[in-house]
């Protein structure tokens, strides 16, 4: 008996030890419902209105000479609000017709994008009319990759004035105690195009409102740079070819999810993302009753384990580990390691890219926290939350609802991080968004009452920040303090998609290129000849060859690397890789053919070209075969 006491004791105790353990370590919290969280049912969605989010409102720390009752009230209409042309309405239409993102149809391209990108066989002009608007870049480069046109109003009521950007119409000169604030970013940034304002302008509005009421004598303009399915490499290029000439004190960062979808990269064993919701995917459901997960760590960890760890309502998702970068810190992560996961040390780059680009014009970087809605406490329905449940179990799949948090949370401490370390103002928006997925369409985009929402955060942080600029004498800065550049040409001019090969004559040029110094990847296959006879590794996207570039310093003409050879089998993808930007300046598809063909790819910027590349393009986990019988680079024509 003794002994069984002692068993049960001991036991008792373990589990006691077990228990305060799991509080300690993840945060468990007793809770006052013993309710089951059911998954919920076939719900109509129906967005919260504006009078609806004033809780919200109340419950979020008001800055001083701010009042939460201009939280309901809007800007004013857009005077520059015109009608939609006929001719603008058509090409609308059309490419709803062609299954395109219509709103593409205003789109001006920059026309080395569209140089690099039309013969991919992913290329994003696959099903677009036969010819694009496009500019050139003060400097020849591939981003930002489009800009919106200006003084237009869209078929989906975007609204962009003589720069082209969002909004009300500016002048080019700054007018006197005027503070101009910049917003950059992606799609969260310049909002949907049909709704009647973007979080920006709320912003603006209300900062007016607030110089107002406290007597400061200053006028607030707003610049929206925002671009939907952009990343940091855009951001930056917008800020120093379009928003320098335009002389903005602050520029505000909020983006943090076109590049994060490489967090696929560190799922192993490797999952790729799915393109659809799988149409009998087990859903996560409690298995431990409510009264136990309620008030035992122990009863709700039992409960998630057999869960495979998935939220309920959450597809079940495959067994994976996150293999994080070694030597990177979760907790505390270095700035500037170049391991750090989800592109960071590409926006870290760009990031820094901007600050100095603001800096010649005497303006400040103010960067933000990114929110993803992805809770794994909160049960999403499939209908009701249709595309936040999509957005998390596609794009970002096999990822857990919990890991998802935790890397955006992530993403974000180095986004604080980065602001201590360069002395730059960090607006915690994140943190104070409510986690209510009813403000939410999707993971990253909110309703118009969500946009509303977070612009009030913004301003709630921001307005503390000009008040101590403005009282300080830094703000507003006079005319001409700093020199700026001028503004880039609008001009805009048909570019052709096809893809097509170019006209001579062309002249070879002999020690750039050679059969003899291509370098192997990824275990492929060769035999040398000629013919050299090339098996890609299967796995499309996987590098097979690269031949190392030595590009003359001046060409007399357009550079094309010329190859002639024949894919066998599968299909492959040439591409010259940049040295500077670590991507592809172009990639051109190749399918099988029967004889040797001649094959060019143009050069767009020489004096970046790394090396050739050749890939495995084809479909499914399936190798793919190449002759190459030569290489060379050869001048043709100038393109005009």
């Known amino acids: 008996?003794?002994?069984?006491?002692?068993?049960?004791?001991?036991?008792?105790?373990?589990?006691?030890?077990?228990?305060?353990?799991?509080?300690?370590?993840?945060?468990?919290?007793?809770?006052?419902?013993?309710?089951?969280?059911?998954?919920?049912?076939?719900?109509?969605?129906?967005?919260?209105?504006?009078?609806?989010?004033?809780?919200?409102?109340?419950?979020?720390?008001?800055?001083?000479?701010?009042?939460?009752?201009?939280?309901?009230?809007?800007?004013?209409?857009?005077?520059?609000?015109?009608?939609?042309?006929?001719?603008?309405?058509?090409?609308?239409?059309?490419?709803?017709?062609?299954?395109?993102?219509?709103?593409?149809?205003?789109?001006?391209?920059?026309?080395?994008?569209?140089?690099?990108?039309?013969?991919?066989?992913?290329?994003?002009?696959?099903?677009?009319?036969?010819?694009?608007?496009?500019?050139?870049?003060?400097?020849?480069?591939?981003?930002?990759?489009?800009?919106?046109?200006?003084?237009?109003?869209?078929?989906?009521?975007?609204?962009?004035?003589?720069?082209?950007?969002?909004?009300?119409?500016?002048?080019?000169?700054?007018?006197?105690?005027?503070?101009?604030?910049?917003?950059?970013?992606?799609?969260?940034?310049?909002?949907?195009?049909?709704?009647?304002?973007?979080?920006?302008?709320?912003?603006?509005?209300?900062?007016?409102?607030?110089?107002?009421?406290?007597?400061?004598?200053?006028?607030?303009?707003?610049?929206?740079?925002?671009?939907?399915?952009?990343?940091?490499?855009?951001?930056?290029?917008?800020?120093?070819?379009?928003?320098?000439?335009?002389?903005?004190?602050?520029?505000?960062?909020?983006?943090?999810?076109?590049?994060?979808?490489?967090?696929?990269?560190?799922?192993?064993?490797?999952?790729?993302?799915?393109?659809?919701?799988?149409?009998?995917?087990?859903?996560?459901?409690?298995?431990?009753?409510?009264?136990?997960?309620?008030?035992?760590?122990?009863?709700?960890?039992?409960?998630?384990?057999?869960?495979?760890?998935?939220?309920?309502?959450?597809?079940?998702?495959?067994?994976?580990?996150?293999?994080?970068?070694?030597?990177?810190?979760?907790?505390?992560?270095?700035?500037?390691?170049?391991?750090?996961?989800?592109?960071?040390?590409?926006?870290?780059?760009?990031?820094?890219?901007?600050?100095?680009?603001?800096?010649?014009?005497?303006?400040?970087?103010?960067?933000?926290?990114?929110?993803?809605?992805?809770?794994?406490?909160?049960?999403?329905s499939r209908t009701r939350h249709k595309f936040i449940y999509e957005q998390l179990n596609t794009v970002l799949w096999p990822l857990r609802y919990a890991d998802i948090r935790r890397l955006a949370n992530f993403q974000n401490r180095v986004f604080r991080r980065y602001a201590a370390s360069r002395g730059i103002p960090f607006l915690d928006v994140a943190a104070n968004v409510p986690e209510d997925p009813d403000l939410f369409v999707d993971a990253i985009h909110m309703t118009e009452t969500g946009e509303r929402l977070k612009a009030w955060i913004v301003f709630q942080q921001l307005a503390p920040l000009v008040r101590r600029k403005i009282e300080s004498g830094e703000l507003p800065r006079p005319a001409g303090s700093h020199p700026l550049p001028p503004a880039p040409s609008l001009t805009a001019f048909p570019a052709s998609i096809r893809c097509e090969d170019p006209r001579g004559p062309f002249t070879r040029v002999d020690g750039v290129v050679s059969l003899e110094t291509l370098q192997v990847h990824n275990n492929a296959s060769v035999q040398k000849g000629p013919p050299l006879k090339l098996v890609a590794p299967a796995g499309q996207g996987a590098f097979a060859l690269g031949f190392p570039l030595r590009m003359p310093e001046r060409s007399a003409g357009a550079g094309f690397l010329y190859l002639r050879g024949r894919v066998l089998n599968g299909r492959v993808t040439l591409g010259i890789l940049d040295q500077g930007a670590s991507e592809f300046q172009i990639e051109k598809g190749v399918d099988p053919s029967p004889e040797l063909i001649d094959i060019y790819v143009p050069i767009l910027f020489p004096e970046r070209a790394g090396a050739l590349i050749v890939r495995n393009a084809a479909d499914g986990n399936v190798p793919s075969g190449m002759l190459i019988q030569d290489v060379a680079l050869m001048l043709g024509p100038r393109r005009e």
């Open 1 to 380: 008996m003794k002994s069984f006491l002692l068993v049960l004791a001991s036991l008792l105790l373990g589990l006691l030890l077990c228990e305060a353990a799991l509080r300690l370590f993840t945060g468990y919290r007793p809770s006052r419902s013993t309710e089951s969280a059911a998954v919920p049912g076939p719900v109509e969605a129906k967005p919260v209105t504006t009078p609806e989010a004033m809780p919200y409102v109340e419950r979020l720390p008001a800055a001083p000479g701010t009042d939460r009752r201009w939280f309901t009230e809007d800007p004013p209409p857009l005077s520059n609000r015109a009608p939609v042309g006929a001719d603008r309405a058509a090409r609308y239409k059309d490419y709803q017709q062609r299954g395109l993102f219509p709103d593409q149809a205003d789109y001006i391209w920059n026309r080395y994008y569209v140089e690099g990108t039309r013969c991919a066989p992913t290329s994003l002009f696959r099903n677009y009319p036969d010819n694009v608007l496009a500019f050139d870049p003060p400097a020849p480069a591939s981003h930002p990759i489009f800009r919106f046109p200006p003084n237009t109003t869209g078929v989906a009521g975007l609204v962009t004035n003589e720069f082209g950007l969002r909004g009300p119409a500016i002048g080019m000169a700054k007018p006197p105690r005027t503070i101009r604030i910049a917003f950059i970013g992606a799609s969260t940034t310049v909002g949907f195009h049909h709704f009647p304002f973007s979080y920006p302008e709320y912003v603006s509005f209300w900062l007016n409102r607030y110089a107002a009421a406290n007597h400061l004598d200053v006028r607030f303009e707003m610049l929206n740079a925002g671009r939907e399915g952009i990343n940091s490499e855009d951001i930056a290029a917008i800020v120093r070819d379009e928003l320098l000439p335009l002389d903005p004190d602050l520029a505000v960062y909020y983006e943090g999810a076109n590049q994060f979808p490489s967090a696929n990269l560190l799922v192993s064993p490797h999952i790729a993302p799915r393109v659809e919701i799988g149409a009998h995917d087990p859903i996560a459901r409690h298995v431990v009753p409510a009264a136990i997960r309620a008030h035992l760590a122990i009863g709700d960890l039992i409960d998630r384990a057999v869960n495979g760890f998935s939220a309920v309502g959450e597809p079940r998702k495959p067994a994976y580990r996150l293999m994080w970068p070694h030597g990177v810190d979760k907790q505390d992560p270095n700035v500037d390691d170049p391991k750090l996961p989800l592109q960071l040390p590409r926006i870290v780059h760009d990031l820094d890219a901007i600050r100095s680009s603001l800096k010649t014009a005497g303006g400040e970087l103010v960067l933000c926290s990114f929110e993803w809605y992805s809770n794994d406490r909160i049960a999403l």
